[in-house]
């Protein structure tokens, strides 16, 4: 399975604003940046869409990747989320006002986009990976993925505060092989990141003992004020696995 966090800066930084991450290039979970990517082809590739919760950084370019990908007669993009999410870009974004209502079937001669609500924990399957909807813990009703096919499984909590479910869910995951997990705050914004429902590299610590098996532990999310010393301490936990995940490059599981 290939997987790239896209980078949402010109030129190309590990510091992340936005969040989309793209599974074999077909497959985007959240739409905070897809639509920067410079290579149109690329994002019009990109068939379904999977939103973890509707904060803006998860979200920002949705409405654009929807409109650079519309062709008549072409296969339009799909849009999967929580059917509370569906109902808020429906009423506060593609509101005739923010943004046209592609959601509305009759707005053109051919749907702008497919929508298609997610039950949790009911696994369904796009593009040979199947990707199985699970609540995690943040400020707004969210949900993680866990992502498998054939020989790996992958776990994106997106933004979390300390969580459970994900956790027992992996665990009875085959083939197991890592988790993009977030450390938004460091250590001096605890108290913060625990009533926001994020992480930071003492609570992050603690989420990786939840998963006993050894798996790559994917950092991302850092605030791009603190990315550096959020770095720097989560690297002085001696946690093992543990990587600072690139922005544009791919990784292979
Ligand atoms: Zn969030
Ligand atoms: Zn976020």
């Given at each position: 399975?290939?997987?790239?966090?896209?980078?949402?800066?010109?030129?190309?930084?590990?510091?992340?604003?936005?969040?989309?991450?793209?599974?074999?290039?077909?497959?985007?979970?959240?739409?905070?940046?897809?639509?920067?990517?410079?290579?149109?082809?690329?994002?019009?590739?990109?068939?379904?869409?999977?939103?973890?919760?509707?904060?803006?950084?998860?979200?920002?370019?949705?409405?654009?990747?929807?409109?650079?990908?519309?062709?008549?007669?072409?296969?339009?993009?799909?849009?999967?989320?929580?059917?509370?999410?569906?109902?808020?870009?429906?009423?506060?974004?593609?509101?005739?006002?923010?943004?046209?209502?592609?959601?509305?079937?009759?707005?053109?001669?051919?749907?702008?986009?497919?929508?298609?609500?997610?039950?949790?924990?009911?696994?369904?399957?796009?593009?040979?990976?199947?990707?199985?909807?699970?609540?995690?813990?943040?400020g707004v009703p969210s949900i993680?993925?866990?992502?498998?096919?054939?020989?790996?499984?992958?776990?994106?909590?997106?933004?979390?505060?300390?969580?459970?479910?994900?956790?027992?869910?992996?665990?009875?995951?085959?083939?197991?092989?890592?988790?993009?997990?977030?450390?938004?705050?460091?250590?001096?914004?605890?108290?913060?990141?625990?009533?926001?429902?994020?992480?930071?590299?003492?609570?992050?610590?603690?989420?990786?003992?939840?998963?006993?098996?050894?798996?790559?532990?994917?950092?991302?999310?850092?605030?791009?004020?603190?990315?550096?010393?959020?770095?720097?301490?989560?690297?002085?936990?001696?946690?093992?696995?543990?990587?600072?995940?690139?922005?544009?490059?791919?990784?292979?599981?």
């Open positions: 399975m290939k997987i790239e966090l896209l980078p949402s800066s010109v030129p190309v930084s590990d510091v992340q604003y936005l969040t989309t991450y793209l599974i074999n290039d077909e497959i985007a979970i959240d739409c905070g940046s897809l639509g920067l990517l410079a290579d149109l082809e690329r994002q019009k590739r990109v068939k379904h869409i999977f939103i973890t919760h509707e904060h803006i950084d998860h979200i920002a370019t949705l409405p654009l990747v929807l409109s650079n990908s519309f062709e008549p007669g072409v296969d339009c993009v799909e849009v999967l989320a929580m059917p509370d999410v569906l109902q808020f870009l429906r009423n506060d974004i593609f509101n005739g006002r923010v943004w046209p209502d592609f959601f509305n079937p009759t707005l053109t001669h051919e749907p702008m986009v497919r929508v298609t609500p997610l039950e949790l924990f009911k696994p369904i399957r796009r593009c040979n990976v199947t990707i199985t909807p699970v609540p995690v813990s943040h993680g993925f866990i992502v498998e096919d054939a020989a790996s499984a992958v776990v994106f909590p997106s933004d979390t505060g300390p969580t459970e479910a994900i956790w027992s869910h992996a665990a009875k995951t085959n083939n197991l092989k890592a988790v993009f997990l977030e450390a938004s705050f460091p250590e001096k914004l605890i108290d913060l990141a625990l009533v926001c429902g994020h992480l930071c590299p003492s609570t992050f610590a603690i989420e990786t003992r939840k998963i006993t098996t050894p798996v790559r532990w994917m950092v991302v999310h850092r605030k791009p004020s603190d990315s550096d010393q959020v770095a720097k301490e989560l690297e002085s936990l001696g946690i093992a696995g543990i990587e600072m995940v690139r922005c544009g490059v791919p990784y292979w599981f």
